[in-house]
């Protein structure tokens, strides 16, 4: 087991703004989202990330262009830090046309194959294979991309996990896998149905990998740990699984008050919130935070409007994309 | 012009679709050092490489995963599935995965990749090795199903697999792998869903797949003799699937029987039975007809099994009783 600790080294000002803010940005989304689906905007459900902002943006920090991101249906946080377009995700979320994906995949299925997001994925378990396949096309073209695959705790109980780590470690690929580690499977704590205290880092060792743990709600230490995986897989040294520890702020999806958590629990995963510590060190050093959040919300406010005015996917679009286009090679 | 058997057609197939394309690799179990669990990968590896030929785990889920991902990223993988029952562990990735990347993403993601799988009965492998899969694999939006019956056709229908921008489940039979046919030197290539007619007829339409078409060729032979002149229609696809062709030949009989292997119960049949009665009622001259599987898991015993998939001796005795009734 390697714990990795955040480095000593002071980061400017400027610095934990642009990370705080990057934060900010992320859980203002989730609220709107909240507020729309509350509000009968947003159909079917949605899985919010408030809380587990500083893995998304600590890994996107510690990314190159190139990389390839998977997700889960608990994605908007990934590809918010990857750079998808806030109005694109609200309206895709929306079900309009202007929707990333058309409207035709909605908030579990987030995609932006140009900003390196290949798909959020809404089988437990399934994209970990498929990033697998990614990184073995990286490796079959010797290219130093590396790629990423997010998923969570309870995914390690599934045997595609298994079957994906097997493989990326038999054939030495560049992918890195990093659990989200949330404490909960769905609406079960992780410790009830996972055998072994650290459900991701406690495996490795039996695939020849070392089990790397990092505070998930430390942005520098999850960076560094992102960094140090991807320097090494692209030099050919294989995967790596990452286990970063963190908390979700709210339930399952949907309207699930999580009321299965003990309460102390959620008093002390709160009080390390990282938003709420970024601001403390900005705070500390005499750096005003609400000129940031106003912007934020100015722009958020901005593009939830035009999303709620873009119009639904036209009807024709529901033929198109089952196969490519006539000649498509 | 080779004479090659169907066994021989599939390693051939997969050569000359990765000497002309450079991103074809191939993976699966025992495919490359081994030559295939059935010897129809022999001499891969050795002239491709690890490089390009893969062994990998017994892991199902990660190689449709694994094909899945490389095909996302530029590769034009072809996974092998030693059974097709196996594609029963990984359904997901086909029927979920693969089929609707392109669809939920609005088109951002192409998998362009092949699935090929040993399908059927009549080797006496048992119930769990045994299955004819096709129909399962017609119901998904997104997958082209193809299932040859012949070596050239098996050759030309994976060049066009492979390089077609949809994925595609390639099912090859294996009760065919000793038939022998010619196969043409060069790119030969038969396009995806478009059926032949295999033997011209003017009294009756027999459609067929894969080992069911040799049965019904027996059987239309049979027949012949009796004065019944059988016209029968080898689909070579359930995905594209060529309507234009069945709708023409029953048009031309009036009458139609379709032969399938597997179970009756949504078997392909049903839907090409379906078909028809939309779109050529007033062309059938009496009710169609469907000669399936019996609807049982395979037996082993050789007998059994046997019975439990249509022979031609079967489809004669079945045509012969209904025509008589007619």
Redesign the interface.
Known sequence: MVEVKATKATHDTTTVLSWYRRMYEIRAFEEHIQKLFSKGEVRGTTHLATGQEAVAIGTAEALRPGDKVLCTYRGHHHCLARGMSPERAFAEILGRATGVCGGKGGSMHLTDVTKGLYGSYAIVGAHLPIAVGMAWASKIRNEQDVTVVFFGDGTTTIGAFHEAVNMAAVWSLPVLFICENNRYSEYTPIDKVCPVPRAAADRAPAYGLDGIVVDGNDIVAVRDAVAAAADRARSGGGPAIIEAETYRHGGHSRADPAKYRPQEEVDAWLARDPLAAAERTLLAAGVDTAAARAEVDASLNAAVRAALAAPEPDLAAMYTDVFAPEGAR | MTTINYRQAITEGIARAMRRDERV?FLGEDVGEAGGAFKSTVGLIEEFGP??V?D??I?E???????????????R?IAEIMFSDFLSVCW??IA??IAK??????????VPLVIRTHNGAGMGFGAQHSQSLENMAMMV??L?VVAPSNPADLVGLLASAV?D??PVLFFEHKNLFNDKGEVPDGDHCVPLGRAAIVRPGTDVTIVSLAAMVPVALEAAEALGGQGVSCEVLDLRCLAPLDLDAIVASVEKTSRLVVVEENPRACGWGAEIASLVVEHAFWSLDGPIMRITGAPVPVPFAANLEAAAIPSAAGVVEQMTAALASA
Do not use: F, H
């Open positions: 690799v490089g390009r893969w990998t785990p892991s889920q990660a190689i449709i995963g694994a094909a899945m991902g490389a095909a996302m990223n530029g590769l993988p997901d990735g979920n995965e990347a392109r669809y939920m993403t609005g088109g951002q993601l192409e939006p997104g082209k390089d921008p949809d």
